[in-house]
């Protein structure tokens, strides 16, 4: 019974590194796509602007 208890503990501990490291890199890869829309957004702007 301990031991299955234990078990559990890692498995769960497993599972919630797992999920909130791919929720960060989610994260992370959302605020890169983000920050490339501003940066093309203002390129664009920047061209319009001196043409």
């Known amino acids: 019974m301990l031991f299955l ?3 559990l503990k ?3 501990l ?3 590194r797992i999920l909130s ?3 960060l890199k ?3 890869f959302d605020l890169a796509k ?3 829309k ?3 957004e203002g ?3 920047w061209k319009i602007l001196s043409g």
Do not use: A, D, K, P
């Open 10 to 12: 890692f498995v769960i």
């Open 5 to 7: 208890c234990t078990f």
């Open 34 to 36: 983000v920050n490339l």
């Open 38 to 40: 501003i940066g093309l």
């Open 21 to 23: 490291y791919g929720l």
């Open 14 to 16: 497993c599972l919630g």
């Open 43 to 45: 390129e664009i702007e």
């Open 26 to 28: 989610l994260l992370v």
